[in-house]
């Protein structure tokens, strides 16, 4: 996983980033459920992963994918 220069990431970060990598298909539920966060903290760290341009939902919420970006 490259992740841009001068990004500090939050170690909760960095494992929401590897399981999306793992996991594209997955929604917050799933995601909450695997990583053992509530829906919130998801919602909260999926949120400010996409502000700081590491990763972008492609497609619908029930079709699409997580991207990591480069």
Request: net charge positive; proline share 1%; glycine share 4%.
């Amino acid at each position: 996983m490259d992740i841009k220069a001068g990004q500090a990431l939050e170690s909760e970060e960095i494992i929401l980033v590897d399981f999306l990598a793992k996991n594209p298909r997955s929604n917050i539920r799933e995601i909450a459920q695997k990583l053992v966060l509530s829906k919130s903290a998801v919602d909260r760290l999926i949120k400010k992963l996409k502000t700081k341009k590491i990763i972008e939902r492609v497609g619908t919420s029930q079709k699409g994918y997580w991207k990591v970006l480069n």
